[in-house]
């Protein structure tokens, strides 16, 4: 019976959220709501950029939509995804309750899924793509670990500002999204639902 009554109290905290949530004005809304798309936008960015340079770095000329295609599609949903399930959602159930968390787990979410993985995504990627139309001298089986870290560091280098934007702008939207979702708190319940 206690189990019952905790998930119907819960149910109506969700519904009492929910409610407080639709009163923000729509730009506050969807901020709140569709932040990790903003997020995973920014990572498909990264994903690109971090594509392109691996190209140039392996001369790779050929099948430019094959390996763009995954490098924005996979980033994207990964972060969209990753975001939602340890800052979004999180946030609106009232499991993350402090301003400093919600920033800094997003922050890590945007460095290590929406910056650093498309970039790393890229290096294998990219490879098989030069191995295959041998438009780069690939190592042997023993300096294959000193030559990919040789081509991986002025990638690496040029991707710094972008990977730091992203953490910037996701730890900033996480930031933002607490504050939208503490005022959707101190709204009061709308009229027709307190008379109800």
């Known amino acids: 019976m206690e189990n019952y009554e905790s998930i119907n109290n819960q149910e109506d905290i969700f519904e009492i ?13 969807n901020l709140l709501e569709n932040g990790s798309v903003y997020v995973g936008l920014n990572a498909a960015l990264c994903g690109l950029i971090g594509n392109s340079l691996f190209r140039r770095v392996l001369n790779v000329t050929k099948a ?15 972060t969209q995804v990753t975001y939602r399930g340890f800052v979004t959602i999180p946030l609106t159930t009232g499991d993350l309750n402090c301003e400093t968390c919600t920033a800094t787990r997003s922050g890590l979410v ?49 991707m710094f500002f972008p990977i730091l934007l992203q953490t910037v702008f996701s730890a900033y939207l996480g930031s933002k999204q607490y504050k939208l979702f503490i005022k959707a708190l101190h709204l009061p319940e709308p009229v027709n639902f307190v008379f109800q």
């Open 110 to 158: 945007g460095l290590l899924v929406g910056g650093l993985y498309p970039v790393f995504l890229a290096l294998p990627i990219n490879g098989s793509l030069a191995a295959r139309y041998e438009t780069a001298l690939l190592p042997n089986k023993e300096n294959i670990l000193s030559y990919w870290l040789r081509v991986s560091k002025p990638v690496f280098r040029k």
């Open 17 to 29: 959220l929910n409610r407080k949530i639709n009163q923000l004005p729509e730009a506050e809304r």
């Open 64 to 78: 430019r939509i094959v390996s763009a295609l995954p490098m924005a599609v996979i980033p994207f949903f990964t």
